[in-house]
């Protein structure tokens, strides 16, 4: 079965800094998608990616697939206390159908 | 916002006890999804379904049950509740069975 791995696990920046967060595949990638979780909230859909070498940005959010659709990377520029929450990769299942998340990673900004 | 509602949001129950959590949509979207997230976990798939009356386990079924009578509720019962199921429910909704929405999700103690 698939498996993702994020990388770090954990991370507390200075405002204004930047930050980036993998997420590695033990399987060539189909789609991969970046969701945000505020504490005590449900998840936020950011972005979806579906090409190797593909990107897209939001707002001050960044995310590629690399070429051999194995990881994905997201890129936060000039980071915000609003930015802080949880981070998960997901990718679809064995069956296609469904989402497999990555451990997360947790964010924190200091103002 | 995707229309999702789950409910209760929170609830605390004893062990041994039924317990039936809901979810409910208004996107008319074909698939639903149960997931529960753990600290060291992550979030891992329970059921999920594909129409209505068609469902089907995900990694972590055991001691739990779903139903899909009509399109727009899904409903997770745990049938004797144990302490080890005390954790955040959450369910999601797709249209194609990848791009996932979550609900806010439902705090589940089993004390």
């Known amino acids: 079965s698939q498996e993702l791995e994020q990388s770090p696990q954990s991370l507390i920046v200075q405002e204004g800094k930047n930050l980036t967060i993998n997420c590695t595949s033990s399987k060539t990638l189909y789609g991969l998608y970046w969701y945000k979780q505020k504490y005590g909230e449900g998840l936020i859909f950011l972005m979806m990616?579906?090409?190797?070498?593909e990107e897209k940005s939001h707002e001050k959010i960044t995310a590629k697939l690399d070429e051999k659709k194995q990881q994905s990377s997201l890129h936060i520029t000039a980071s915000q206390p609003s930015h802080a929450g949880i981070y998960l990769c997901g990718a679809p299942g064995n069956a296609g159908n469904m989402l497999t998340f990555g451990g997360g990673t947790r964010l924190m900004v200091k103002p | 916002d995707a229309g999702i509602t789950q409910s209760p949001r929170h609830k605390v129950t004893e062990t041994g006890t039924p317990v039936t959590l809901r979810c409910h949509q208004t996107e008319n979207h074909r698939y639903m999804y149960w997931y529960r997230q753990d600290p060291g976990h992550g979030l891992r798939l329970i059921h999920y379904s594909y129409g209505v009356k068609d469902t089907d386990k995900g990694e972590v079924s055991d001691g739990y049950s779903v139903s899909r009578s009509k399109t727009e509720d899904f409903l997770l019962t745990l049938e004797s509740a144990t302490s080890s199921q005390t954790s955040v429910y959450f369910c999601?909704?797709?249209?194609?069975?990848?791009?996932?929405?979550f609900g806010q999700g439902t705090r589940l103690t089993v004390v």
């Open positions: 990616l579906q090409k190797g070498g």
């Open positions: 999601a909704i797709s249209r194609q069975g990848t791009e996932a929405f």
